[in-house]
């Protein structure tokens, strides 16, 4: 979850950077880029490709749209389907009627957050006197 939210701060900041260095460098008003655009300026091979393989119907009633709308709504509705995919993988990992199944089932604890002592003593060798 951590990893999910930082990405997307890291996304957004830099996304936002970008947009401002082209306002800057162009000397335009700052603006944010489509998605459409980002892709055809720096990813061109995908949009060729989306080109080739879909049809004319399906570009204008899927691609279209989301190549219209701002870069950073692409990015932040990414990471919210991301944040939300492992908040349930998460909600559902608790749960009690799941827990003794194989894809649900709980890791194993290490020792790493117990102490030297404690630890030492539960992985002491012990001996036996004969």
Excluded: C
């Excluded at 939210?5 to 936002?16: G, N």
């Excluded at 459409?36 to 060729?48: D, L, R």
């Excluded at 990414?78 to 003794?100: D, P």
Aim: charged share 25%; no cysteine.
């Amino acid at each position: 979850m951590k990893a999910i939210i930082i990405l997307t701060i890291v996304l957004s900041v830099s996304i936002l950077g970008h947009d401002a260095w082209v306002a800057y460098d162009k000397n335009l008003d700052f603006a944010l880029s489509d998605f459409g655009w980002m892709i055809s300026t720096y990813v061109p091979q995908a949009e060729e490709y989306i080109i080739e393989t879909l049809s004319a119907d399906d570009q204008a009633r899927y691609v279209a749209p989301v190549f219209q709308l701002e870069t950073i709504w692409v990015i932040l509705i990414l990471m919210g389907v991301f944040f939300s995919i492992a908040f349930l993988a998460n909600v559902s990992e608790n749960l009690e009627g799941l827990r003794g199944t194989k894809f649900f089932s709980k890791k194993k604890k290490s020792n790493a957050g117990q102490s030297l002592k404690k630890r030492d003593r539960n992985n002491a060798t012990k001996y036996k006197r004969k």
